[in-house]
């Protein structure tokens, strides 16, 4: 990624374009045209061939990002997934794992990563829980999506980073599930069936009505634009929301956790 990010610089300078230029060309911020030359975040290939066009660099960016090992393809897929995310008008997620990352507080998304292993260093860390906490700033849109959370009740079992963490994400969960447009269930246990044995999974809809489904595994992110794969995500998902409690018997299970608490 610093590679291309500075292949991108030298060519960028040769055409004798700033940052701001380049970005205002292609509707992007400044900003983002400096992380993608400090490699800090990952070109594009659609920007990329947009950029050998412009900049007249004979596909020298595109063959580039063609060649990147496995290891920095990695996260194209989730900045594209992020950017998706930033857009859309209805997110539906499934998680059994931890609390969704649009949902977390700032002391249990660092509980999170912190529980990765190999660890990630403190620096890594803070970045991490930086862009998370970001993320959700799309909830507080003047018209944010329509969003819809499926979680196990297994996961609020867990106390990740401690009591006082846990007692405040289940306030933070609790909140949520009174703001409008924003649609908490909890899946409870000792259900006889459950549909989402395969693992957590999103679902998003764009500005154009794409629908496209986007997962995480242990090696990588997928995202998914298949129309029959999205397909049977989406009739998981709606499996999942009829096993689950509905939002008002969900908001009392919250209420009694924090009680307990």
């Given at each position: 990624?610093?590679?291309?990010?500075?292949?991108?610089?030298?060519?960028?300078?040769?055409?004798?374009?700033?940052?701001?230029?380049?970005?205002?060309?292609?509707?992007?911020?400044?900003?983002?045209?400096?992380?993608?030359e400090q490699g800090r975040r990952?070109?594009?290939?659609?920007?990329?061939?947009?950029?050998?066009?412009?900049?007249?660099?004979?596909?020298?960016?595109?063959?580039?990002?063609?060649?990147?090992?496995?290891?920095?393809?990695?996260?194209?897929?989730?900045?594209?997934?992020?950017?998706?995310?930033?857009?859309?008008?209805?997110?539906?997620?499934?998680?059994?794992?931890?609390?969704?990352?649009?949902?977390?507080?700032?002391?249990?998304?660092?509980?999170?990563?912190?529980?990765?292993?190999?660890v990630y260093d403190e620096d890594?860390?803070?970045?991490?829980?930086?862009?998370?906490?970001?993320?959700?700033?799309?909830?507080?849109?003047?018209?944010?999506?329509?969003?819809?959370?499926?979680?196990?009740?297994?996961?609020?079992?867990?106390?990740?980073?401690?009591?006082?963490?846990?007692?405040?994400?289940?306030?933070?969960?609790?909140?949520?599930?009174?703001?409008?447009?924003?649609?908490?269930?909890?899946?409870?246990?000792?259900?006889?069936?459950?549909?989402?044995?395969?693992?957590?999974?999103?679902?998003?809809?764009?500005?154009?009505?794409?629908?496209?489904?986007?997962?995480?595994?242990?090696?990588?992110?997928?995202?998914?634009?298949?129309?029959?794969?999205?397909?049977?995500?989406?009739?998981?998902?709606?499996?999942?929301?009829?096993?689950?409690?509905?939002?008002?018997?969900?908001?009392?299970?919250?209420?009694?956790?924090?009680?307990?608490?």
């Amino acid at each position: 990624m610093k590679m291309v990010g500075a292949l991108l610089a030298t060519f960028r300078e040769a055409a004798g374009h700033t940052q701001r230029s380049l970005g205002e060309h292609f509707v992007v911020s400044e900003q983002q045209i400096a992380s993608i030359e400090q490699g800090r975040r990952p070109l594009k290939p659609d920007l990329a061939d947009q950029l050998d066009d412009l900049l007249d660099t004979k596909g020298a960016l595109t063959a580039a990002l063609a060649h990147m090992p496995e290891v920095d393809l990695v996260p194209l897929w989730a900045e594209e997934y992020l950017d998706r995310e930033r857009e859309a008008i209805a997110i539906s997620v499934y998680d059994s794992l931890a609390v969704p990352g649009q949902l977390q507080t700032e002391a249990y998304a660092r509980a999170v990563f912190r529980s990765r292993v190999p660890v990630y260093d403190e620096d890594e860390i803070e970045q991490l829980v930086t862009t998370r906490m970001e993320r959700q700033e799309i909830l507080h849109r003047k018209v944010p999506p329509t969003t819809s959370f499926v979680i196990w009740e297994a996961l609020l079992k867990d106390r990740l980073g401690g009591t006082e963490v846990y007692i405040e994400q289940v306030r933070k969960l609790r909140e949520y599930a009174d703001v409008p447009g924003v649609s908490i269930q909890v899946l409870p246990l000792g259900r006889s069936s459950h549909a989402g044995l395969d693992g957590p999974f999103v679902l998003l809809e764009t500005p154009e009505h794409q629908r496209l489904a986007y997962m995480e595994t242990q090696r990588g992110s997928h995202l998914i634009a298949d129309p029959d794969g999205v397909g049977i995500l989406t009739q998981k998902y709606a499996m999942l929301r009829t096993q689950a409690l509905n939002t008002e018997d969900s908001r009392a299970l919250l209420d009694r956790l924090r009680g307990e608490a």
